[in-house]
């Protein structure tokens, strides 16, 4: 009975968050995480999420729920409306394509989205997924401007070739997505180290293939800009990455010496990807418009 009214609940709500936004204001070309977060602050703005509030709060105070849950459905709520950016926005596929483009020979692929590093075919990624930014924030709103800040920036993204058992697909279910130690296993892999974390992406020719195209971990690093997390070492001039669950510091003593056995994402973490961003970023352009979908604002 409990899962046939929260089915119907989601149903309601993904019908109502629609509704909030169809037929009102005028059309706007957009990319489409600006599109998700205007969605999405009207559910937060409904009295239907208020509805929920009190219901939720209700049933925890009589002992029907052993707590409130609220949050969980309002989580439930946002991924049945949330689009992912990675795989339905030309127009960030196409910015993308001209920040990698800086580092390499110009070069482009004719699928709408997705891009070419180093003429494979790759996908995009958020540094981090909507999911953690909203349970950071515990569901409140504040997750939003999380996510303003990482989909609304280049430096928010990352590409890696598109296949099974991708590295896009396996640092997300292997590394909660961290892309410390996803650069830490990666380094391994030049340095020929054996059973990697991300061994199953490396079995892939295509993966393979195009890791060793940099020729070596330093080459990657600064081909594919990601300079800020690594340190490097004044005497061999090889690149050590920065642990990121500690407070940000380019130092040899902040650096991973190994991926630990039980993966988190601390709010130091999270915090240190807030400030690359911040410090680091470059907001995407409005070049591409032309690729961009209409929305109602």
Known sequence: MKKYVLNLLLTVAHYQAIVLLKGIGHSMKQYVYQNDINLINSLYESDFWKIIKEDAAYYHKNNKFKKDNAIRILESLIKSIYVDPDGFDKALAAEMQDFYNKMQESQYIKESYYLSINHQKCSLDALIGWKPLFRFRNGDKKWLDDLELIRGNRMGHLAFPVQKNSLNQLRGILLKDRIDYTLFDI??????????????????????????????????????????FVYKD??????????????????KSHCLKEIPKK???????????????????EELSTIHMDLMNDYYV
């Open 187 to 228: 380094k391994l892999f030049y340095d020929n180290a054996a059973h990697l974390k991300l061994q199953k992406a490396y079995e892939q020719e295509l993966t393979r293939k195009w890791l060793k195209s940099f020729g070596t971990f330093n080459q990657f690093i600064e081909r594919m800009q990601l300079n800020y």
């Open 263 to 281: 993966i988190k994402l601390e709010e130091a973490y999270i915090t240190n990807i807030f400030n690359y961003i911040k410090k680091c970023g």
């Open 234 to 251: 004044p005497i061999t001039f090889k690149y050590d990455v920065i642990d990121l669950s500690l407070p940000y510091n380019n130092d």
